[in-house]
């Protein structure tokens, strides 16, 4: 099962919905704007690629940060942050089993995308 977490309206979400519908892929869209993010998965996603590649350190949300809230140096104030603001994770993060992929990239999703890709495109809840 492939669950695509990231915002609706995000233009590289868009192209993410595209490129797999292009491909055939069936996936599951979760929203964390408005759904949110369990604290587990944004735990289990910095201990696979990293905090630093999670925060979106150049989108508008971030811009808007005061100086002390940027300050983040450890996993846990990174997690408290995108818990406050979902928006400041990075776009999408696409999960594949127990693979995390972070940003969209054609090529390297495509690989992880289309090895996780159990059922035929339609999609995106």
């Given at each position: 099962m492939?669950?695509?977490?990231?915002?609706k309206?995000?233009?590289?979400i868009?192209?993410t919905?595209?490129?797999?519908?292009?491909?055939?892929?069936?996936?599951?869209?979760?929203?964390?704007?408005?759904?949110?993010v369990?604290l587990e998965?944004?735990?289990a996603?910095?201990?696979?690629?990293?905090?630093?590649?999670?925060?979106?350190?150049?989108?508008?949300?971030?811009?808007k940060?005061s100086?002390?809230?940027?300050?983040?140096?450890?996993?846990?104030?990174?997690?408290?942050?995108m818990?406050?603001?979902p928006?400041v994770?990075?776009?999408?993060?696409?999960?594949?089993?127990?693979?995390?992929?972070?940003?969209?990239d054609?090529?390297r999703?495509?690989?992880v995308?289309?090895?996780?890709a159990?059922?035929?495109?339609?999609?995106?809840?």
């Open positions: 492939i669950t695509i977490y990231g915002i309206n995000c233009a590289t868009k192209k919905f595209d490129w797999c519908a292009a491909q055939g892929i069936d996936y599951t869209f979760h929203d964390y704007k408005t759904q949110g369990p998965h944004l735990r996603w910095c201990r696979q690629v990293g905090f630093e590649v999670l925060v979106n350190r150049r989108g508008t949300t971030w811009r940060l100086p002390a809230q940027q300050d983040i140096t450890t996993q846990a104030q990174a997690v408290a942050l818990q406050d603001f928006s994770i990075k776009r999408p993060v696409v999960v594949v089993g127990e693979t995390v992929l972070v940003g969209f054609a090529a999703p495509g690989e995308l289309t090895a996780g159990a059922a035929p495109a339609g999609a995106g809840a």
